[in-house]
């Protein structure tokens, strides 16, 4: 929850113009004490950056890397990261920052640090500071206000020292020219396509070359693992075939999972909000008692709804919020809702969002599916939750057994059982009785040779498994393969053919143009349509060649290589281009906007790199374990 508080904290400019510097961001922990030097990560002109924030910053990096990939993470991926090194360097550019602050004699008042937390959606209740909802939660998340204060005291002194240093960025009427064109000037290229496919009846195959290929790319032609089983399962549906349901017991799964077979009343309602923000109160008072006066004279709800509501998701359809049960809306639009009778208008009602009126268009009464309809589900969902139980405890049993009988074969002997037993197969070929069952498929080829499985949950079952026998891969003799080889050699040569043939064609447009160089390799010429840096998504050609495109002009009007994506080959050369200027439509002030916070942003950094240079800065790489 803090992590979401401090997001909500931060000013818009403030998010744009610290994007790369993190101050009291998701992996601020407040410096509460500066701590020993014997126990910090790093010392900034001495003053410590404590261990354990580095610890704890570098914890919640990992963690967040750890939920994007659900945990799923393979053994050293993180390492390869250096979440350590991004870390360190956060906390040492923050504490560079904030000593900068301090020398340009920035302070931050305790009125300032009051006024942003009292503004801050999270504490508020109805608009309005909630002391006991401030300090609930700030201990549910571990803080105490001092702490939290102190956050939001070098949050705001940062942000002073951001405005300050930004201030003095200013934009010239030639840079604004320059971002225009850069931006917004269109291009058009000239190409040519070089595939594979052109080429392959220029491939001239002997056995030299064919066996070369084979002999650098066999292992591309290795067989796959295979493996025999012997194994046990333990079925839910012959689990559940044993079982028998008595009424009784249908009757009570059906009482006591009534929610399950039951719709509560829904109601469908519209309304008019005119919200409040604790200076409009009256105004907004007045203004919905005239409209329900209107209302109730025989004005069109609808329309009223369209012109005068400030709800932005209702408003445009009428009022219109369809149909809710109970739990749905807040306590008191709740309660006038469900106390009103079909097509009845509410008087004014008063929620945390200011002021509705509320008319109920529909009611669907509450129904109870009766127990007949759904017995025999019932049943079967009975005899399901038992039979995987069932299905547990069998095959538990088993798996004890075999390991005192010492070996599945023995315990197949001693118990009287045949055991199942597969061909050989392999992982993407998998026998008929692995076929659907992709957990059980996996844990056997996790095993090697004469070893037995741990008990595996299938959907629709377990499955104890013994590995009886394994086919290792191997590298096939050329004749087995020999279509396959002779089809990768022809691509293989054939993209080098065409790889060399745009090297050539490229060379030749340099000396006599784009489109004499193509007709010589009977290759068509092809012209993009219109393309910016802006707008690039009117060209299905692949990013890297617009990208390439854009920089021609009618002075280089090649590119330095051809260019590749995938096994095809582009020949560009340059073709037309469209200066623009920016619209009227708010354009021009966007890129004015977005032109000035790059040269805040280079501002700061260069500030930072400075006060970097002149600092001394001392790092403990024994804690970072390195």
Partial sequence: MLDFLRRQAKSPVFQVIIVVIVLVFLFWIPKMGSGSSRNSIAVVNGDPIPLSRYNNNYNKMVERVREQFQGKLPSGFIETLGIKDQVLQRLIQDELLLQGAEQMGIHVSNWEIQEQIKHQDFFRTDGVFDKSKYHNILAQNNFTPKKYEESQRIEILGQKATDALSSFATLTPWEISTRFQYYLNEMKINYGILTPDLFTDQ????????????????????????????????????????????????????????????????????????????????????????????????????????????????????????????????????????????????????????????????????????????????????????????????????????????????????????????????????????????KVLAQAFSLNKGELSSMIESHDGYYILYVSDTIEPTVPALASVRVDVVRDCIHAEAVTIARDTAAEILSLAREKGLQPALAAKNIDLQTSPWFSRQQSSGSTLPTNVTTAGLSLSADEKYPEEVLVDGDQFYVIGFAELKVNEATENGQSEAFKQELLQEKQMALLNSWLNHMRVNSKISINREFMGK
């Fill in 203 to 438: 491939v001239v195959l002997n056995e030299d070359k064919i066996n070369g290929y084979f002999e650098e790319h066999k292992e591309e032609y290795k067989t796959a693992p295979e493996m025999k089983l012997s194994y046990l399962s333990f079925s839910l549906a012959d689990a559940m075939d044993k079982i028998q349901i008595d009424d009784d017991a249908i009757t009570n799964y059906y009482e006591n999972n009534m929610d399950t077979y039951s719709t509560p009343e829904q109601r469908k309602a519209r309304h008019i909000l005119l919200k409040t923000d604790g200076t409009n109160d009256e105004k907004q008072k007045t203004k919905g008692e005239e409209l329900l006066k209107k209302i109730k004279r025989g004005s069109d709800f609808s329309s009223l709804a369209k012109e005068f509501s400030d709800d932005p998701g209702s408003g445009a359809n009428g009022g219109e919020l369809g149909y809710f049960s109970k739990g749905q809306m807040v306590p008191a639009f709740e309660t006038t809702v469900f106390g009103l009778d079909k097509d009845q208008v509410s008087e004014l009602v008063k929620t945390r969002f200011g002021y509705h009126i509320i008319q109920v268009q529909d009611i669907r009464p509450a129904i109870i599916t009766p127990l007949a309809e759904v017995k025999t589900a019932i049943a079967t969902a009975i005899k399901q939750g038992q039979a995987k139980g069932k299905a547990f405890d069998e095959a538990s049993t088993a798996y004890e057994k075999i390991f005192q009988a010492g070996s599945l074969a023995n315990y197949a002997a001693q118990e009287n059982i045949i055991l199942n037993e597969t061909d050989f197969f392999s992982q993407t070929t998998p026998a008929p009785e692995m076929q659907g069952r992709p």
